[in-house]
């Protein structure tokens, strides 16, 4: 089956200007995360949905990140007033939540660079 | 805050060698997940363990998770080109499943031919 999808997979924007990121996650998975990863670095988690539930925003590093998931399917991780230490991968990962099983899977992800 | 150390960063080893990735939690965790990235892709899930002392193996590679719940370790004995990649730990911590992983920095293996 289908597996998460991303787009872009590449974005290139000037410092100052406002991205918005998607995430298509797998068909039936309840709970859907961002993580973004720097050059070379490990993960660092950003924001966590799960089904109807208020999302887990304790990750987001400043007030310039935001997410929203509609219909509890897809996503939109949007930075306003982008800076040049934005620039990573930008990954989402959709987890079924099936009994114990918490598995991720992740997406491709998105390559941001603010110049 | 909780955090999750992996050691060590790299590891370059010859066609053959074992390789061994060590995970420490800084608190107890409910379980402990291991993914690999390969170079340019995405990180993909490996395995889960949830029980103390549980050790699973998946062919050449065995996992670990500690008595205390607070380490875990990755072995892969007799490593391949084909292993070569970043291999992350990441934990849930507390003592019930939120979903929410912290992980490790990974470990990046190297295997020479």
């Known amino acids: 089956g289908a597996g998460v999808s991303q787009s872009p997979s590449n974005k290139v924007t000037e410092k100052g200007k406002d991205v918005e990121l998607r995430c298509d996650p797998i068909?039936?998975?309840?709970?859907l995360y961002w993580y973004r990863q720097s050059l070379g670095q490990g993960l660092e988690f950003l924001i966590y949905?799960?089904?109807?539930?208020?999302?887990?925003k304790s990750g987001l590093p400043s007030d310039r990140f935001s997410a929203e998931r509609t219909g509890g399917s897809v996503s939109t991780l949007t930075i306003q007033r982008t800076q040049q230490e934005d620039s990573a991968v930008y990954l989402c990962?959709?987890?079924?939540?099936?009994?114990?099983?918490?598995?991720?899977?992740f997406g491709p992800g998105t390559r941001l660079t603010v110049t | 805050g909780q955090q999750v150390m992996q050691i060590p960063q790299y590891q370059h080893v010859q066609e053959g060698e074992d390789f061994t990735t060590y995970c420490n939690s800084s608190?107890?965790?409910?379980?402990i997940q291991w993914y690999k990235q390969r170079p340019g892709g995405h990180p993909v899930f490996l395995i889960q363990?949830?029980?103390?002392?549980e050790v699973k193996k998946q062919k050449r590679l065995t996992f670990q998770f500690g008595e205390a719940k607070k380490n875990s370790s990755l072995h892969i004995t007799a490593t391949q080109t084909t292993d070569v990649g970043t291999y992350f730990c990441?934990?849930?911590?507390?003592?019930?499943?939120?979903?929410?992983?912290?992980f490790g920095q990974g470990t990046t293996l190297q295997v020479k031919p």
């Open positions: 990962a959709s987890s079924p939540r099936a009994a114990d099983s918490w598995e991720q899977y």
């Open positions: 068909s039936g998975h309840t709970a």
């Open positions: 949905f799960q089904g109807n539930s208020a999302p887990d």
């Open positions: 608190t107890t965790l409910s379980n």
């Open positions: 363990l949830v029980k103390s002392g």
């Open positions: 990441a934990g849930n911590h507390g003592s019930s499943n939120t979903g929410k992983l912290i």
